[in-house]
Structure formats: structure tokens, C-alpha cells
């Protein structure tokens, strides 16, 4: 029976992922920074582990915590809207601490185990707005982007030790909470000169639209995760596709 730690369980992709595991038979360790254990199904073969992606100590302490682990999910992230002028640097660092370095980190702390086995599946969870850049997400963009670029890199550097590395890249779901945790933490609120950028953009996310579903980035997750031919990028959820189509 395999083993899969996910990072960011307490809702979202992240949860469904949790549970599509669970429900195929598989051994779960699933990660929050606030761990609760109600939103997921008991289990013998559930384990619900506290974990700050940006902390070293809490990293090696959840890492340790878990054991031998067949796959690693990088999915805890975090959101941001508002233009560059209005996005003070400490919440910029902040998004790549968590976004970026939080998923290097977390890689950092598993490749041992899968380098001395030689076996193991990394997959990274970014996000179609590194295919078609949107206003307002500058900074969320670059942090994803990042990933993207450290995602194909590492793969070249683990495939002679047989360590799978891959990308899923969701759509906009608008029944996770991104949108509703990136306005909670904006605190200068958006520059008077981008208002009109900011009613279009808002104007547009309430057109009818294709979306992303947190079950289909569960399902593109399996497929990483389960499928050597996987590609190095999967798309997941019909405007996801449409994006990757498009580009």
C-alpha cells in the first residue's frame, strides 16, 4: 500500500486530494498549518499532521512524523490580488516564501528518501495563470512561474535516480477559497489609478465561463502521481484545458 503526504489539506485541492487518495486504498498524510481532522473521513490509513511550509523545524518535524512516503503533493499556496503598485514587499516575500520556497523546501526534505530508494513522485501544484498571465496577479504569477521553471529543472535532476517530478496546473475554482483568503489579506486595498482595471477584471470572473472543479485537480493529481507517461504539465479543469489548448 503507498503512502502520499499532501501539503495544504485544510480545504480546497488540497482536501479533494486527500480524499481521492483515501478512497483508492492509499495511505494519506495529510498536511495543514491548523491541523482538523473533522474535514476528512476517519481512517486507519488517515494521518492529519501539523505543517508550516515556511518553517524548517516544522518541516522536518512533519517529514519525520510521516516515514517513508511514495509521493509528495507541494499543493499549500497562498493568493494574491491587487496590482504590483499596491503590494507592499513583505507580502511579496511572504507569497514567494510560501508559494515558491515553501515547495523547494518541502522537495529539499523528501529527495533523500527517494534518491536512496530510487523511486518517488513529486508533483506541484501551480496554475494556469502561468500560461495566460492575468491583472492583478502579477505577484502570484511569478511565484507559480517559479515553480514551473524549478518543476522541469529538478526533473532532469532526478530522472537517473528514477524520482518522477510533475505539474498540475488548475483553472479558476471559485468554490476554493483563493479569492476570499487573497482579499483578507490585502491591507492597503488597491491603488486609486487601477480601479478601473479592478471593476473589469471582476466585471469578467462573473461572465459565464468554463471552471476548474476541486475534483478535477484531484483526478490530475492521481494521474501524475500514477502514470509514468504522465506529461510534464497536466492541465485540470475544462478552462484549464481550453488555456494549455489555446497557448
Known sequence: MKTILITGCSSGFGLATARHF???DWN???TMRTPREDVLPRSSRL???PLDVTSQESIRAAVDAAGPIDVLVNN???????ALEGTPMEVARSIF??????????TQAVLPQFRERREGVIVNVTSTVTLRPL??????TASKAAVNAFTESLALELEPFNVRVRL???????????GE????????GYPEPYVDTVQRVFAGWQQPSALTTAQDVAEAVWRAANDPACPMSTPAGADAIEWAAAR
Do not use: C, H, K
Open 22 to 24: 483515501l478512497d483508492r
Open 28 to 30: 494519506v498524510i495529510a
Open 47 to 49: 494521518s492529519v499532521l
Open 76 to 82: 499549500a499556496g497562498i493568493g494574491w490580488l491587487n
Open 97 to 106: 516564501e510560501t508559494n515558491t520556497l515553501g515547495t523547494m523546501a518541502m
Open 135 to 140: 491583472s492583478l496577479l502579477s505577484v502570484y
Open 168 to 178: 498540475v496546473l488548475p483553472g479558476r475554482s471559485p468554490e476554493t477559497r483563493f
Open 181 to 188: 483568503n487573497a482579499r483578507a489579506r490585502m491591507q492597503t
